[in-house]
């Protein structure tokens, strides 16, 4: 008995899939403090606890304020300044990622900041209960006046605190309903591409090496190819008229072993290796960024040379900046420069600068410099 096509013809399949996205809301808070000296008279003897409450702002539909303790709050020590974000709608429970940094007021490159707060901090906030939920959200050591009074982030007496805050609001849930198609019976995850951390094995394993370099007894296998692609210097050198021979060695001059070490790691992965970094001090790194600035301009890896450039620019104080701002000169370094002129240029530092050893070599080594130093002081102090 032939069956009919109605009973031959296959079932339809359904398929139910949903999706969730949270709906966000994002806003941006500057409390700006002008009189920082007085703050610090003026809490002087006083409660530790008291604060100076910024202006509220609105972001998700709460209001919320930034809390500023000149000598801490009472969990922290004395000699750091705190700052928290506070949630002043009633009876609300928010959720939120947030983080709260001091701007650098000598660059317009938003990246030089101190981020005092975990990036993406996450925080439930809430005035509804408050054994279970916390109506502020900060860090209590926030900064340590003696290392702010002689950074970037103190200008004029005048001090720019950033929030940075995102409101998670209720999930968004969708459901859909439809038909099976052929493709849905094999399900494929694209996982992401690993060049970097690829070429970083590479580079650990040695295999396939073609070439050596020696620098300061120490000896590094590398792969020419990868370095001409990363390098036009080492293009010219590997692959031009001059090139060296595959397989010989290569001595590098007047260049440190751990300098060159990081330098080969950011050309095969475009990132540090932590562990160059791990056992340094604060002073070792800020030596280790002006070398590989160095470095980096020799063999013309401006990635590098722009990362060495904004490290440098967060870590400028009286005692470096002209040393520094003669190695920006040298290097061709423009933004850093332009940093540095304005750090000496600021009417409560230039007499301190001045002083400085590394002022005196300045003024013999790059007077021109002086020049736009004493313009912009001049500038500085007609506005004041």
Known sequence: MVASASRLRPS????????CKPETARGTHVFTIHGYSLQA????????????????????????????????NIESDDDYISVFLELMTKDAEVRTIFDIRMLDQYTDDSSCVLVSTTNNTRRVFGTTNFKSKCLVWGSKNFIRRSE???????????????????????????????????????????????????????????????????????????????????????MAELYGPMRAKRGERIAIQDMQPVVFKALLHFMYTDSFSPAINDDLSRDERQELAKHLLV???????????????????MSLSVDNVATIVALADQHNCGRLKEACVKFIASSNRLDDVVETEGYGRLKTSCPSILLDVIEMATKSRKIN
Not at 12 to 19: H, K, L, Q, V, Y
Not at 56 to 67: K, T
Not at 297 to 309: P, W
């Open 12 to 19: 339809s399949t359904t398929r139910t899939a949903s999706s």
């Open 295 to 313: 470095a980096a301009d020799r063999y013309a890896v401006e990635g590098l040379k722009t990362i060495c450039e904004k490290a440098l620019c």
């Open 41 to 72: 008279v003026d809490g002087a003897g006083s409660n530790k606890a008291s604060f100076i409450r910024s202006a509220a702002f609105d972001v998700g539909g709460f209001d919320w304020c930034l809390r500023y303790y000149h000598n801490g």
């Open 148 to 234: 702010l009074e002689g950074s970037v982030y103190l200008r004029d007496d005048r001090l720019m605190i950033e929030c940075n805050l995102t409101v998670i609001k209720t999930p968004l849930v969708k459901t859909e309903e439809r038909a099976a198609m052929p493709g849905d019976i094999i399900h494929f995850q694209v996982p992401p591409t690993n060049l970097s951390r690829d070429l970083g094995k590479l580079l650990e394993d040695n295999v396939g090496a073609d070439l050596s370099f020696e620098v300061g007894g120490d000896v590094f296998p590398a792969h020419s190819v990868v370095l001409a692609a990363r390098s036009p210097v080492f």
